[in-house]
């Protein structure tokens, strides 16, 4: 008994500093002791995707800046005007604007006395979208929060003096499902610290130790962001940026350490290689299934990220193009994410609004062929019979409708938004055909696209 009671009390010794060890994880974190990652990229990319990204697949990013107020040819106005001299800008400048003008006299007529967070939100929600970015700094350096390392060049101190982070985030948490990221650009074209740097081949880090990396860590302390939408490397490695150690702070230590979500545009090299969900590049849209998360980040306006006042229709994409671009992309496993650039006093112009409560019809109907879907040959599941959704952009005139994929269906066959089943025909190898109903334009249940269940489909 002596000996029983020596070995249980041994035992029970042994064990002490573990549940010492789980209560402490449970004190300091409601997940308890969660994986550790290293400021390797190694390790870092062994980090799984947060799931309610995949499940989302439809954004909105917003490009809002200085870059505004000119809001001529692209949100590179500044880069185009001073270092490239395009002939277009330099003489749209010396026609409107009085000798010695420079860009950072554009910053108090940034104004955004129009701009209402609530608005944006309730115009955003009606989108049909489940996430969005705002850019809290372009790479002209001015920040839309009242950031301390941007001293007199942020939307508090100049211009709308308004914390435009602050009001944006607080309206989408209050007022939509929304998750709300924040788009950063590392580098900035002029600012000295960084020229100096980069004169230096970035042996020396001046710029992120004093800029950059403490404006990263002041917006995902201040603001939570779920999405941490990185850009600009300015040629310079992910190094100089120290990404993996500010990655590997956010992913152990961060307030939204387990919900956050990156992308890859992290340094030189790291793009479609290294971080979170890849993007590869501007309107990435591979066409075909990636084994990787991957999302298109694309502009209603074909030709620039931010507003621009000399545009003609033919310049934004319609509808059509619109949700034929959200279709093709989620079909590839990907997200899209669909840019507006609002104007200089804080407006969503009429043909943005337009065009975001358009796509918001087109999911109130067709939603449930796009949120939380997977890519049909992803699954390879030969064994259980499943639900498959086939959209189509363009109504058969034949009033039937050929898919070459499914090759046999246990179940039903239905118009989503239309009620009754639909009959079809296997084709064996060739896979099968679809009766579509006759409908008069006012009976089909949305516009520009529509979707097919096959329950049970093998």
């Not at 060049?153 to 989408?172: F, H, M, Q």
């Not at 992120?208 to 603001?223: C, D, F, N, R």
């Not at 939204?256 to 992290?266: A, L």
């Not at 089909?444 to 093998?458: D, E, I, S």
């Amino acid at each position: 008994r002596n000996y029983s009671r020596k070995v249980l009390s041994q035992a029970a010794s042994s064990l002490l500093p573990a549940m010492l060890l789980l209560l402490l994880c449970l004190l300091l974190s409601p997940q308890g002791c969660s994986t550790r990652y290293d400021p390797t990229w190694e390790s870092l990319d062994s980090r799984p995707l947060p799931t309610w990204f995949d499940e989302v697949k439809f954004g909105i990013f917003i490009h809002w800046g200085v870059f505004s107020v000119p809001s001529f040819g692209s949100e590179w106005f500044w880069w185009y005007w001073q270092k490239e001299k395009r002939p277009s800008y330099v003489e749209f400048m010396e026609t409107n604007y009085p000798p010695g003008f420079s860009y950072e006299d554009f910053g108090p007529l940034f104004t955004a006395e129009f701009f209402d967070a609530n608005q944006w939100a309730a115009i955003l929600k009606a989108s049909g979208a489940k996430y969005v970015v705002l850019t809290s700094k372009h790479h002209e350096g001015f920040t839309l929060w009242g950031s301390k390392y941007s001293w007199n060049w942020n939307a508090v101190n100049v211009g709308p003096k308004r914390d435009i982070v602050a009001e944006l985030a607080t309206s989408i948490r209050n007022r939509t499902d929304l998750h709300f990221g924040l788009y950063h650009s590392l580098f900035e074209w002029f600012n000295p610290l960084f020229l100096y740097d980069a004169s230096n081949v970035f042996k020396t880090r001046q710029f992120p130790t004093a800029k950059s990396l403490p404006e990263l860590y002041e917006i995902v302390t201040k603001y939570q962001p779920e999405i941490l939408w990185s850009d600009g490397n300015g040629n310079a490695p992910d190094t100089y940026w120290n990404s993996t150690g500010f990655l590997a702070w956010l992913y152990n230590d961060s307030p939204v350490r387990d919900t956050v979500v990156t992308n890859d545009r992290w340094g030189v090299g790291s793009i479609c290689k290294h971080g979170g969900y890849y993007t590869c590049s501007d309107r990435y849209n591979p066409g075909h299934l990636l084994p990787h998360k991957w999302e298109n980040c694309m502009t209603i306006d074909k030709r620039s990220w931010g507003y621009r006042r000399n545009t003609q229709l033919s310049d934004y994409l319609t509808i059509e193009e619109l949700v034929k671009q959200l279709v093709e992309t989620v079909s590839c496993g990907g997200n899209l994410l669909m840019n507006i650039g609002p104007t200089h006093d804080g407006r969503i112009d009429v043909i943005f609004q337009e065009r975001l409560r358009q796509m918001g019809v087109w999911l109130s109907v067709n939603g449930e062929a796009i949120y939380g879907t997977k890519p049909w040959r992803t699954q390879n599941d030969s064994v259980t019979p499943g639900t498959v959704y086939a959209i189509f952009l363009n109504w058969p005139v034949s009033e039937t409708l050929v898919l070459g994929d499914p090759k046999t269906i246990i179940g039903e066959t239905q118009l989503i938004g239309h009620k009754g089943q639909l009959k079809w025909v296997s084709l064996g190898e060739k896979g099968m055909t679809v009766a579509v109903p006759q409908l008069t334009p006012n009976q089909l249940p949305c516009q520009w696209g529509w979707t097919l269940q096959l329950t049970n489909v093998n």
